[in-house]
């Protein structure tokens, strides 16, 4: 069994680097950004979400901790988004430790993130997931994510 706990101090630096350096990978693979632009842009994207850094309104911070090790198996980062009078979160960034993947810790922690997201009355939760990211894709299907658009391309050598 697992539970969603602020990150320590120790924790959000590794995950914020980590999360940079992932998405700028991200989207190299995805074929969106070139790989020397991808670190630049990774950094500016992160820093528009958090304008005031890990202290930004509305952003959560999240170590997905299993109770039994009492360790960190992984992390989430999710804010409350608000559109047009519907609250929402945003998950930004999830991500289950190499060591500790397909052990059921990524339906947990879904699952653990729906009723925090319940309990603090927001309607749905939407994520961005890349194409070439299949188990991701897989787990968000099976929990009931249904895709809201898909964005293609066909490179033209």
Request: with cysteine.
């Amino acid at each position: 069994m697992i539970r969603l706990a602020p990150m320590t101090e120790q924790d959000r630096r590794w995950f914020i680097e980590w999360a940079i350096q992932d998405y700028a990978q991200a989207q190299v693979e995805a074929g969106a950004w070139r790989a020397e632009d991808a670190m630049h842009l990774s950094k500016e994207t992160f820093e528009s979400l958090l304008p005031q850094g890990l202290n930004t309104p509305n952003q959560h911070m999240c170590a997905i901790v299993d109770e039994v090790l009492d360790r960190p198996v992984g992390y989430l980062w999710y804010g409350e988004r608000d559109r047009e009078g519907t609250r929402y979160a945003a998950l930004y960034e999830f991500v289950i430790l190499e060591k500790y993947r397909r052990r059921g810790y990524g339906t947990q922690a879904l699952l653990a993130l729906e009723k925090q997201a319940k309990g603090m009355d927001l309607s749905a939760i939407v994520l961005h997931v890349f194409g070439h990211n299949a188990p991701a894709r897989a787990l968000y299907t099976k929990l009931g994510y249904t895709e809201r658009n898909i964005t293609m391309v066909k490179r033209i050598e």
